[in-house]
Nanobody, 116 residues
Framework: QVQLVESGGGLVQPGESLRLSCIGS????????MSWYRQAPGKERELVAS???????KFADSVNGRFIISRDNPKNALYLRMNNLKPEDTAVYYC??????????WGQGTQVTVSS
């Protein structure tokens, strides 16, 4: 049974930092491209950052230079370090695992709220 479990969300003030974690199970974690998506109220889900099986990363323009994505394959863990958070970063953040023709899995999401 595939599971992706996110943690680390919360309420922070603008300019502060958070680190999100996602732990995967039930699939070969190291083979999969891992990503963070987010969805704000009334908006579509958008890609925030991704890291492929070789460690190559991509970021949305809105977070580039502020967010860092990393993975620890032996721990089946994906991380998102979010620095200098802004109110527009407020959203539910989702962990995604994708491998062509093998699977596309989602976590349940974790809420991040940036407000003074």
């Amino acid at each position: 049974q595939v599971q992706l479990v996110e943690s680390g969300g919360g309420l922070v003030q603008p300019g502060e930092s958070l680190r999100l974690s996602c732990i995967g199970s039930g699939f070969t974690f190291s083979f999969y491209e891992m990503s963070w998506y987010r969805q704000a109220p009334g908006k579509e889900r958008e890609l925030v950052a991704s890291i492929d099986s070789g460690g190559r990363t991509k970021f949305a323009d809105s977070v580039n230079g502020r967010f860092i994505i990393s993975r620890d394959n032996p721990k089946n863990a994906l991380y998102l370090r979010m620095n200098n958070l802004k109110p527009e970063d407020t959203a539910v953040y989702y962990c995604n695992a994708r491998l062509h023709l093998a699977g596309d899995f989602w976590g349940q999401g974790t809420q991040v709220t940036v407000s003074s």
